[in-house]
């Protein structure tokens, strides 16, 4: 496999651990210095793409980034670009110096992804619901084309309200695209409420299940058991897969965590300072 591998078992439950932490660390500073929202959603993911891109698991190479055979990853929750931009830069895409342009004018790291506009990204983003139809086509991709590969659609529970997701997930298992995964960061949370006060959303899992896909749940922040799950995709052929990813808004400090208020709010250097020393980062 092309890509990121560490070496032994021990030595990823380290490495993944201090990663998270230190990639929270880099994205609060990002918002601040940036003035941009959405802090708690890309808190939420942290470990959800620790353990795409540090767990060994992902088919990618840095260095040759549009590569045929590689693994797709489309981040369909297009809010929490801070996490994406910080793991692309931390593996290689781009230089780690970029960060500090997030959301300034003229910057390649735009608040949404754009397609094209930096190594590493496969679809702009904006405009929630869309990245699983994005993900299905280029999944059929893989297929018409004899090109083997996988797609992981990072997604928001807030999206399985929109309902072109559910298009797609009725299409996905009819094509037996068993290449295609969904994970949805489920922290609760959507920009005005709780998720279940605004849409009926559980029981999530059993309703992928019943559109055909194979679903797992998972504790979204023990990167270890979402190492394990995708190491195991496709677990049965012929089904795509959708893991419920339970997780916490604004998760790894601590006057942050479940707070929907730092959807919007942006920190000032001393709740920078505060979240850094609490990370161990100071």
């Known amino acids: 496999m092309v890509g990121i ?23 609060v500073e990002m ?18 793409f620790v353990a795409l891109y540090h767990g060994g698991y992902l088919n990618i190479d840095p260095k040759n980034p549009c590569a ?23 593996t290689g895409f781009f230089p780690k110096e ?8 003229g910057s390649h790291l735009t608040e949404h992804p754009n397609l094209g506009a930096l190594p590493g990204l496969e679809a702009t983003a904006g405009s929630l619901g869309h990245g699983l139809s994005l993900g299905l086509g280029m999944a059929l991709a893989s297929r018409i084309r004899h090109v083997p590969y996988k797609v992981f659609v990072i997604m928001s529970d807030g ?13 996905a298992p009819s094509l ?52 394990k799950i995708l190491s195991a995709i496709p677990d049965k052929p012929e089904k795509p897969t959708a893991v419920i990813a339970h ?16 959807h919007y709010r942006i920190p000032d250097a001393d709740e920078v300072k505060k979240a850094k020393e609490e990370l161990g980062l100071s």
């Open 176 to 227: 037996r695209l068993d290449n295609l995964v969904v994970i949805i960061d489920f922290n609760r949370w959507q920009a005005t409420g709780r998720s279940e006060e605004i849409m009926a959303l559980n029981p999530l899992k059993e309703k992928w299940e019943s559109f055909g896909w194979s679903a797992h749940e998972v504790d979204g922040h023990n990167v270890n058991a979402l190492v």
């Open 68 to 90: 045929p055979t590689r693994d797709r990853v489309i981040l369909s929750k297009g809010h929490a670009s801070m996490t994406f931009y910080t793991v692309l830069a931390d």
């Open 5 to 27: 591998n560490l070496n032994s078992k021990a030595k990823i439950n380290k490495d993944l651990e201090d990663i998270s932490r230190r990639m929270r660390g880099d994205i």
């Open 98 to 105: 970029l960060l500090p342009t997030f959301h300034k004018t």
């Open 247 to 262: 997780t916490v808004k604004g998760k790894g400090i601590s006057f942050m965590e479940d707070d929907n208020n730092w």
């Open 159 to 171: 999206e399985c309200n929109e309902g072109s997701v559910w298009e797609a997930a009725m299409l």
């Open 31 to 48: 918002s601040h210095a940036a003035e941009a929202m959405h802090l708690g959603s890309s808190l939420s993911c942290v470990e959800i």
